[in-house]
């Protein structure tokens, strides 16, 4: 007897970067559960847009009318002039309607309680919480969920679960990984002044490296080759996490929030990433799910260790891949038989589009045959960057969605 859609379904939360607020709608409209965004202080991303007070507060009434829920992050590792504001800080949350608050350092833990102890804290993964008695001792200074290590397998997530069943448990299931341990980097900071640990990483795991041997007894001081190939290696580069194929073990392990990486990417990289997710644990086919994210620019992908030991993380042969699709436009608005769209890459007439969508209209493709810009002007070629195209199409598309266009598929 086949299972019916509904036992197929996986319940666990899937949360969402969201690095500004466009971001923020964009998750929530591809299905995210809920978010996690930063506020100008205190937070490990500083170069995404981040949120003001006032978009934190129109944030937590724009999710709470949806039935969702925000986060936001105050994870940064404190400094003792930190906490002269950190208080009012958190007051303020609290009386916004923040769901939580996502905090690593335990001075700050400290302090977010005294301060507001009606908010909830989530423990970040920035604390490298790897064994069920750390989570049973942060359970003990009333912190709710903790966000596990990505070095922990599965079956060590569950017996944490087992141990201290009353703690919710949230993982990252896609995204960047970081070759420190649980991002933990001080390589950024040695290298180039900018500290991982404070918002400022300037990524230098993602640098190529080359090793030079200097000669002590004053001959020839050469580079030495480390080549894996032609390009270079990328030492410390690390695969993308995905795990896809792995959501229901990860259920049935304790995880409770399913995390997804990325508040300094696009909103069309999150879109496509969160409906590959949401499609999936709403029954949806693996291997629909497995083709949508191949759309956007990845390292090659890893389960990194949560089947067990893994040798094969480090990405070496180059930075990235770009991905099999090209982000085209933004929809903006649907009218009378025709969309309107907010140009980000160039498309002619002829083209063959295709719709990013949470509802049906998701995979629909159409020619583009009849364009127009902005000032009603009909046009053979979409090239100017962020102009609003009124473009003919078959399909009611939403504001949210989008258009790109497979690069097999040649203009």
Known sequence: MKNTREETTIKAELLAPAGSYSKLLTAFHFGADAAYVGGKQFSLRTFADNFT??????????????????YVTANVFARNAD??????????????????????????????????????IHLSTQANTTNKYAVKFWQEQGVSRVILAR??????????????????????VHGAMCISYSGRCLL??????????????????????????????????????IEEDERGTYIFNSKDLNMLAHL????????????????????????TVINAYRRLMNG?????????????????????YTLG??????????????????????VVGCEDGYILAEMRNRFKQGDILEVLSPDDTFGKRFVAE??????????????????????????????????????????
Request: charged share 30%.
């Open 284 to 304: 949806g086919d693996l291997s629909v799910s497995e083709k949508e994210l191949s759309n956007v620019a990845h390292r090659d992908y890893t389960t990194a």
């Open 188 to 225: 950024s900071d040695y290298l180039d002044g900018r500290s991982s640990n404070r918002g400022a990483c300037v990524q230098s795991c993602r640098w190529r490296y080359e090793v030079r041997a200097l000669n002590a007894t004053g001959g020839p001081s050469d580079w030495m080759p």
């Open 53 to 70: 007070v006032d978009e934190l507060s129109s944030a937590f009434s724009h999710a709470h009318a949806l039935g969702k829920k925000v």
């Open 248 to 271: 229901r073990e990860m259920e049935g392990a304790g995880v409770r929030s399913f995390k997804i990486e990325g508040r300094m990417k696009s909103g069309y990289y999150l879109a």
């Open 151 to 172: 070095e922990l397998s599965i079956n060590e997530i569950a017996e944490i679960h087992d141990f201290v069943p009353d703690t919710e448990l949230e993982a990252f």
């Open 309 to 330: 030991e893994n040798a094969q993380t480090v990405n070496y042969a180059d930075s990235q891949s770009k991905g099999d699709s090209v982000y085209i436009a933004d």
């Open 370 to 411: 009849e364009i127009y810009d902005s000032k009603g002007a009909r046009t053979d070629d979409g090239k100017l960057v962020q102009e609003i195209y009124k473009i003919k199409c078959p399909y009611t598309l939403k504001k949210g969605d989008y258009l790109r266009r497979n690069k097999a598929e040649t203009i």
């Open 83 to 120: 906490f002269a504001q950190l208080s009012d800080y958190f007051q303020t949350l609290q009386a916004i309607g923040a769901d939580a608050a996502i905090i690593s350092d335990p001075g700050i833990v400290y302090v977010a309680k005294k301060a507001a102890p009606d908010l909830q």
